[in-house]
C-alpha cells in the first residue's frame, strides 16, 4: 500500500490544483481584472443597500435636450412619484437584454429591492442593434460578470472565448439578415426584405419644399427603415431569449417585473418611410406587449404615446427625449407600479418629487464634477470624490428646487463619509442656492465638528434649514470645499429634503 501513497497524494494534489488557483487568483488578482475589465460591476455597486425600485435603462434614461429646463433623467422623475420609496437605476448606454440580464444576476439576494423595471427598446430586437459593433466591447465586459469560477472568467477572458467578431464580420452578420429575413404584411408589398426597401427609398430619394433631393433626409428615411423593418420570431429572436431569462430570474428572486416598452418615434417615421413602416412597428409592439402579458408580466405600453416634437434626435431613430418626453415615459410607468406599490405613489400635481438622493461615487449618476472621483481611498467599493488642492471641490450636487415637493422645502439633511489626514481640516459642506429670484444664500457648516482623533473615515451629517424663497431660486447646489493642500476624500453622500 506504500508504494501507493505517493502517487495517490499526487492525483489528490493535482484534483485540487484548479481550486487553488481559482483561491488564489481570486484572492489577488481578480479585484484588480475587474476594475480594469469591468466598468457594468460598478453600476450594481453604486445601488444604495436600501434600493427597492431599480429602473433598468440605456441612454434615454439619461440623455437630455439642450433646450430642457430640467436634465433630470426618466429614473429621477419616476422617483418623484414614489417618494417614500428609494428608486434608483442601473444605466448602461447601448445595453440591452443581454446586458440586463448579467447584471440583475449580480444584485445580491439579500437585498430589499422589490420591484425591477426593464427598458425594452424596439430596435434591439432587429438586426442593426444584434449585430451592433458596440457588440464585441459589451460582450467582453460581460465575461467576468458571470456566474462561474473567476479564473475559469479569466482564461476565456484572455484567450477570447466570447462573441468578439469584427466589424466586418458583424457587418456582414446584418447584411445577411437583412436579406434573408422576410417581412410579412397581410398585402401585396413590392419589397420582399429590408436590403430591397433601403436600397428603392435611397434610389428614389427624399426631396425638401423647395422641389430638390435632401441627401441627410433620404439617410434618416433609410436609417428608419433599416432600424425598424423586421417581425420578431419569439423562437429565434435573441432578445427575446434574454428577456425570458429575466423573467424567469424575477420569478426565483421574488421580484416584481414590468417592462417598459419605449416610445418611437412613429410619426417621423410614417412621414419618412410610409405606413407600412409603422404597420411593422405596431407589429412588434402587439407581438411583444400580448407575449409577455400572457407570462404575467405588466408591459408598460409606450409606442405611441410620445409626439413627434419631443424626440431630440432629428438624423438617426433614438429614443432620446425632451424633458416632457421623458416625464411622459416616467408617469406612464410609475402608473403601471401602482399595482405593486398602490401606497407610495404620489402625483406630481399634489406634491410629489423626489425627495431622497444618493452617491457613493462608483458610478457617474448625474452629478457636477464627476472629475474629482479617485480611486486613492475609498469608504466602500472603489472610488470617493477628492477635494483639495488644484480642485478644491467635491463631486457636486445640483438640483432644481422647484422639483423638490411643497412638503419637503423646509430642511435638508446631508450625511456623508469623509477622510482627510489633517486632525483640524478646513474643509467645509456648503449649501448654495444661486439664480432665479431668490437671493443668493451660501450656507457652510465644518467638516471638521465631527472628526475622530483616529485617521478613520467619518461620519458627518448636518441639517440646513432652507430659507423662504428657496423654491424661486435657479439651482441648488451642495458640495465640499477644502481649501488645503491636504485632500479630503468623499464618500456614500446622502442628501434628503423634508
Known sequence: MKKYRPWAIRALFILLMPFLMNYVYTKFWYEDDLRKNEDLLHLVNSLPQETEIVYLGESSNIT???????????????AGYYPSLYVYDITKPAAHAGVYKELLKRIPPSSPVKTVVLTLNLRSFGAGWIYSDLETSLQKSMVLLRYRPPLFNRFLLAFKAYDHASKEDRRKQCLEAWEQDPLHFPYAFPH????EWDNHISSKGMYGAD????????ETACHFVKNYAFCIDTLRNPRIRDVDEIVELARRRGWNLVLNLMAENTERAAQLAGEDLVYLMEENRKLLVSYYERKGVPVVDNLHRVPDSCFSDRDWPTEHYTEQGR???ARNVAETLRVFHP???VLYEKGGGRTRFFNNCEWPIGWDNMESLRREKAFRGKWS???G???PFSITFSYRPQDIPAYARSYCSVELEWLSAETQSPARLILELEGGTAPYTRTDVPLAAMQHESA????FRHEFTLPAGFPLARTLKVYVHNPSEEPVFIDDIRISFR
Request: no cysteine.
Open 343 to 345: 401606497a407610495g405613489f
Open 327 to 329: 416625464r411622459i415615459i
Open 389 to 391: 488642492g488644484e480642485d
Open 192 to 195: 420582399k426584405n429590408v436590403r
Open 385 to 387: 470624490s477628492r477635494a
Open 211 to 218: 422641389g430638390t433631393r435632401d441627401q441627410k433626409l433620404t
Open 64 to 78: 437630455p435636450n439642450k433646450k430642457d429646463t430640467n436634465w433630470s433623467s426618466i429614473s429621477t422623475f419616476l
Open 456 to 459: 478613520d473615515w467619518n461620519h
